[in-house]
């Protein structure tokens, strides 16, 4: 929906599980090989998708800042919320369209800017 896109410009990508030979050895490495494999792969650029689901660990946000991984982690947990409960009242609910995502994202994040506070 539109609060997804003020945020994050596409799908929040979820990475695939970690073999068990990469969660014995080096982990938290690991970790973070499969989120960059996750967007490599999927053509994602992580300046407009701060975030991704890590299978069988959880959600992971950064930012320019502390502050605004933070803002793209209460965002992430607030989205998920909502698409819980749209999934539960209408299973059949669709996507957002692709030139809605792209004006939502782009109006707080384009070039030409010009939606929310600025600093």
């Not at 959600?59 to 539960?88: K, M």
Request: proline content about 6%.
């Amino acid at each position: 929906g539109t609060t997804h896109a003020d945020h994050f410009h596409g799908p929040v990508p979820v990475t695939r599980v970690l073999t068990d030979d990469e969660t014995q050895d080096d982990y938290e490495h690991n970790t973070g090989r499969v989120i960059a494999e996750r967007f490599h792969a999927g053509g994602i650029d992580p300046a407009r998708v701060p975030a991704c689901l890590d299978a069988s660990h959880g959600p992971f946000t950064w930012g320019a800042s502390v502050e605004e991984a933070l803002e793209n982690a209460i965002a992430l947990e607030h989205i998920a919320a909502i698409a819980l409960h749209t999934v539960a009242l209408a299973a059949d609910a669709q996507p957002i369209s692709r030139a809605l995502l792209d004006k939502h994202f782009d109006r707080k994040h384009g070039p030409a800017a010009y939606y929310g506070q600025r600093s």
